[in-house]
């Protein structure tokens, strides 16, 4: 200090330790102050020196509030949300605040009711504030003014939001309800005189008592029916919309057994179909949350497949079965329209019949339905391409009869394949992920879609046949079923509008194109796979580059960050989003709650994680939030940042929406870490990335043999006499 100029003003910048922060305190009435807090203070010593400072009695009836965004209450559980720049808010306390509401709304007059139902619905999300208001039986209170029809119009809309809103927190029981208000409620969605809001909210809770309450599922499915809730789907209003759907889904997701047939027929039906498609699918604005329900949608759809998949052939079903079979062969080779044998064709020929139609039991053709699955499944789908595509089944059977045995494609075995891999690729069976959002528009775009989508599969299976010159062999039969799942999966990727878009596209792929195809995809590795020494080396001296550039691609992915779903003990919370980024230095991870689908700035997240205090990485079941949560979610998408704990929260919870979401962030984070990454995309990466690159240092080699071990050295020569000596 002693050589600074004495004529030059110096700043001296002091350091602010990493637990103080610069926040902004208001108060009506009183002059703002600026303060530095140190984070470790406890929130009722920041308030009493507040009080102090305002010469405010009993610090105890105040509280800190946020005044940007959600107004939340500062607690010892939350206050280490605090940032820099915050602006708060000394208010009265929570306790102070929910017992005033309570007050106004029980014995208040119209206009400070309004306002108490209006504070009531924007502070309800607030667990802190919630949680007051339940103690004082506030829960209770609402339900008594909707099953009295006390509130109506916004003061109606209101209600109903705040109480979803304190239900949402899980701290009262769904099933302390009456069938009164479970009635009181529906009729709010059975009239279509309220507003958009009383209806969305009515049929949120309604969906939220579905899927919460068992005892009280009997009411709503009695009060509320599809033919109800199907003119609510022709609304433009896609909240509405949504949370129509969502009623709809959970109703069949809780269905008791002998309701579950009937009103999963109902689910797919043409009429609730057309208007999703219509008014839906097409709409191309689907959120994130409408993308998840259409995908239940679909899945439920599918899932009615799954009672003729288990059934196989017994004593039960036997005559039906025979009499099927019977009607696939006259189809196929019968002309007349006569259901007796036709004359010159007696019984003991039938036979003959059935082993060209591929059955391997041909004196007992029933008995090819006993595997399971698929089942019953088999039957169906062909009988409904005999009956719905004659020519087109007459066609297939028939040219395939007229081969040599060698070269014929058995038609009923193939059918039995073809319906086990359909079930397979559509997950028929499997109950819907919280996260899953994938749906496909042409499933919603024609009746009987499955089936459909079944006779132009096995059209392409008959026409891949040929172009593949299959033999009858088992292992030609695997090669054309592994090209066909291709050839399906392929085009399905594409998302194809409806059937006739698959159908041109799936058939245009065609066994050439797929050769090539793999082909291509052969060649891109093929440097990759290279045994000669020389590729080895060379392989070994650039995966250090390319991890380092996979590396940056994972963490570029985590600086942009991703949306992820909220989730309670209870499952996946609807319509409630966070979203997490890390920021460019790569030091801090920023998250906050968000509404669907933004993206947004990194300074409007509240929460902050430093990297330095991040201990682990816990996946699957080893996360925290995997042994509370009781509905079912894919854990195998789950992951936890373990973190040295800055309150009593010790882990930052996600569960990703799909398996590509998971890698890169876990891939991100160990790469933070300093761990490797582990993932399949990380493998997959490296494995093109690195092939790419070889390619390129090899294309002045091009046709250039690349020896397996490098040429030896030669002997030395008997003299050095050509040495010329520079010198002289």
């Given amino acids: 200090m002693d050589n600074l100029n004495p004529g030059i003003d110096y700043i001296v910048k002091k350091t602010i330790p990493d637990d103080v922060v610069r926040l902004a305190i208001t108060m009506p009435g009183?002059?703002?102050?600026?303060?530095?807090i140190d984070k470790k203070k406890p929130v009722a010593a920041i308030i009493a020196d507040l009080c102090d400072a305002w010469s405010l009695p009993d610090p105890e009836k105040y509280a800190l509030q946020q005044t940007e965004g959600a107004e939340v209450y500062i607690t010892e559980k939350n206050r280490h949300e605090i940032s820099n720049g915050k602006v708060l808010e000394l208010t009265i306390s929570p306790g102070r605040a929910a017992?005033?509401?309570?007050?106004?709304?029980?014995?208040?007059?119209?206009d400070s009711k309004k306002e108490a139902l209006q504070k009531l619905a924007r502070h309800a999300a607030d667990v802190t504030f919630a949680s007051e208001f339940i103690s004082r039986k506030g829960v209770e209170l609402l339900v008594q003014r909707v099953e009295n029809n006390t509130e109506t119009g916004e003061n109606l809309a209101y209600t109903l939001t705040a109480f979803l809103e304190l239900m949402d927190h899980g701290i009262v029981s769904w099933d302390i309800l009456s069938s009164s208000f479970v009635k009181r409620v529906a009729g709010y969605v059975n009239r279509s005189s309220h507003d958009a809001t009383v209806l969305q909210k009515s049929l949120a809770i309604l969906e939220s008592i579905t899927l919460n309450s068992i005892e009280l599922y009997h009411n709503v499915a009695q009060e509320t029916t599809f033919t109800n809730l199907i003119p609510h789907l022709k609304i433009n209003n896609a909240e509405v919309q949504q949370n129509c759907i969502a009623l709809m889904n959970a109703l069949c997701l809780r269905a008791p057994e002998d309701r579950r047939k009937k009103l999963n027929e109902q689910l797919s039906s043409r009429e609730v179909r057309s208007v999703l498609l219509e008014r839906v699918v097409r709409s191309r604005n689907t959120g994130s949350e409408m993308s998840h329900q259409l995908y239940v949608f679909q899945q439920?759809?599918?899932?009615?497949?799954?009672?003729?998949m288990t059934t196989g052939m017994d004593d039960s079903n036997r005559n039906q079965v025979i009499n099927l079979i019977t009607e696939l062969r006259k189809l196929a080779f019968d002309t007349e329209s006569d259901a007796q044998p036709v004359k010159g064709r007696p019984a003991e020929k039938f036979a003959e019949d059935y082993k060209k139609l591929g059955f391997t039991d041909t004196s007992n053709p029933?008995?090819?339905f006993k595997e399971l699955p698929p089942g019953m499944l088999v039957l169906d789908n062909m009988i409904y391409f005999a009956r719905n595509h004659t020519e087109n089944y007459t066609k297939t059977v028939l040219e395939n009869s007229c081969r040599a045995d060698e070269h014929a494609c058995p038609f009923v075995k193939t059918c039995i394949e073809l319906t086990k891999m359909l079930c397979e690729i559509l997950k028929v069976g499997e109950i819907p992920t919280e996260t899953g959002q994938e749906f496909y528009p042409m499933f919603f775009a024609i009746d009987n879609a499955y089936e459909e989508f079944f006779c132009c599969c096995v059209?392409?299976?008959?026409?891949?046949?040929?172009?593949?010159?299959?033999?009858a062999t088992t292992e030609d039969f695997l090669l054309v079923m592994t090209t066909v799942k291709e050839q399906i999966l392929r085009t399905m990727n594409e998302k194809p509008g409806n059937l006739d878009t698959f159908r041109t596209k799936i058939f245009s792929l065609s066994y050439n194109k797929i050769v090539q195809l793999r082909e291509q995809e052969r060649s891109e590795k093929a440097e990759w796979d290279s045994q000669a020494t020389p590729v080895l080396e060379l392989r070994e001296q650039l995966k250090p580059s390319i991890l380092d550039l996979i590396k940056q691609h994972r963490l570029a992915c985590l600086v942009d960050g991703t949306q992820f779903n909220k989730f309670s003990v209870k499952g996946r919370v609807k319509d409630k989003y966070w979203y997490c980024r890390l920021s460019?230095?790569?030091?801090?991870?920023?998250?906050?709650d968000i509404e669907s689908n933004q993206q947004p700035p990194i300074e409007s997240l509240p929460n902050k994680l430093q990297v330095s205090d991040i201990r682990s990485l816990a996946t699957g079941k080893d996360c925290p939030h995997m042994k509370e949560i009781k509905r079912g979610v894919g854990v195998a998408l789950a992951f936890?940042?373990?973190?040295?704990?800055?309150?009593?929260?010790?882990?930052l919870n996600f569960v990703a929406r799909d398996t590509h979401v998971f890698n890169i962030w876990t891939d991100g984070i160990n790469a933070l870490l300093g761990q490797p990454m582990t993932s399949e995309d990380a493998k997959n990466d490296m494995e093109t990335l690195l092939g790419m690159e070889i390619r390129l240092r090899l294309l002045d080699t091009e046709n250039v043999p690349i020896p397996a071990s490098p040429?030896?050295?030669?002997?030395?020569?008997?003299?050095?006499?050509?040495?010329?000596d520079f010198h002289h």
């Fill in 459 to 471: 059209q392409l299976l008959n026409k891949t046949w040929k172009e593949m010159r299959a033999r």
């Fill in 711 to 724: 040429p030896p050295i030669p002997p030395e020569p008997d003299n050095f006499d050509f040495y010329y």
């Fill in 366 to 368: 029933s008995n090819d």
């Fill in 300 to 308: 439920l759809t599918f899932n009615l497949l799954e009672a003729r």
């Fill in 640 to 651: 936890s940042i373990m973190h040295d704990p800055v309150s009593e929260v010790e882990a």
């Fill in 99 to 110: 017992q005033d509401v309570f007050d106004k709304i029980s014995m208040g007059k119209p």
């Fill in 584 to 592: 460019p230095n790569h030091k801090i991870f920023h998250y906050g």
């Fill in 30 to 36: 009183q002059a703002p102050q600026l303060l530095q």
